[in-house]
């Protein structure tokens, strides 16, 4: 009989006791936009379309700063592993100050922005305003958003994934009940989603900063701002900076030519995208267990531990992005009713759906790999690869939109992205450069 590829492994226990809470905790962030798309778009379609390009703009702003959470979680980590409690919660509140700082200057310098940011994706007359209203509305909300990336890279780092979950669905369940309330009871429209959401992050935020605030005094930490700790969190953080800012390009160019095909291809791309940004999330449960133990392994100067993970980490990856994708296969039929009640919507939807599908198994392997390399600290290989991955989906999304493919067009151009990422980062994982030891990487 063929041994099934997650048969019992020592490794199992431990990723799964960070993997499972992760996975919790990393939905309810899609989750919080597809109750939003599900709430607004019985709106109408403009509205659900204005949430779909405000949505990644916002989002587009705060990935930009997520090294918040993975370069704290790495870094936090190796100090575990090397035995230093002190120093590993002293990094993490230098990454929450610098969250807030880059928060409140976020609002300062894109507010008077809104307009442009939303003709940068390419929106039409009858999406604009409801866009403009959704991202002017949820700027407030930045600070909050990354002070609880910085948060949640702390306790992740401290190897802790369970307090993170009842956070997220806190936030989750506060943000539905908003919405609903504001939304459909109120009718404040979409300016209501927005708030719904805003006041929500920042409930979390404030969550954990009093979780923090109580390790810092468990352990002895200062609290207060340390100028070469935030130099050093945003130091650490470039490269990664440069790898998001990559990966924000694909999703940018994406939503601005599905704009550009026309109102119903917005929408529809607004929601397959936000159901494959709920698989990524899923996925990413593994990168995450991935980040924390590869920090911890490499602090603690423990390379083959580092290595047998490794292989554990993207076996799980693999299967899992199987039954993602054979999930999506079974709840394609009924999953576009869910989110609106145009026809044309729908059945733009149901392509796009098998797309998401296929792209699963490539995707487990993807996330599982990026993250380890996180962990690890490999920050400027995964910068240079994510550039060259972007510069080969780039001609090929614009061939899509040219040659009139549609939406499943501008999906398999997304596959073309993935497929080089897999390359790249298989092609390192097998190599050594990447194992530095010790609990500052040098």
Known sequence: MARSPLRANKHDREILRLA???FGALVAEPLFLLSDSAIVGHLGTAQLGGLGVAGQALATLVYLCVFLAYGTTAGVARQVGAGDLRSAVRQGIDGMWLALGIGLALIAVCWPLVPWLVDLFGASP??????????????????????????????????DTRTPLLVSIGGFGANLVLNVVFVLWLGFGVAGSAWGTVIAQTGSAVVYV??????????????RPDVAGLRGAATAGAHLVLRTAALRVVLIVGTSIAARMGDPEIAAYQVGFQVWNLLVFALDAIAIAGQAITGRHLGA???????????????????????FGIV???????????????GQVRDLLLGSLIMVALLQPIAG?????????IGAGDGPYLAVTSVVATLAFLPAALLAYWTDAGLVGLWLAIGVWMAVRLVTLSLRARGDAWLVTGAVRR
């Open 365 to 373: 392997v993807v996330f599982v790999l990026d993250g380890i390399l």
């Open 126 to 159: 009858a999406v604009d305003p409801y866009a403009r209203t959704y991202l002017k509305v949820s700027l407030i909300g930045i600070p909050g958003m990354l002070i609880v990336l910085a948060g949640t890279g702390v306790l992740r780092g401290l190897q």
């Open 20 to 22: 499972v809470p992760a």
């Open 328 to 342: 999506v296969l079974a709840v394609r039929p009924w999953l576009p009713a869910l989110f609106t009640a145009d």
């Open 301 to 323: 100067s423990d390379v083959p531990a580092t290595r047998s993970a490794t292989r554990r980490m993207v076996q799980w990856g693999v299967v899992c992005g199987i039954v």
């Open 210 to 223: 009093v979780m923090v605030l109580r390790a810092a005094r468990r352990h002895g930490a200062p609290v």
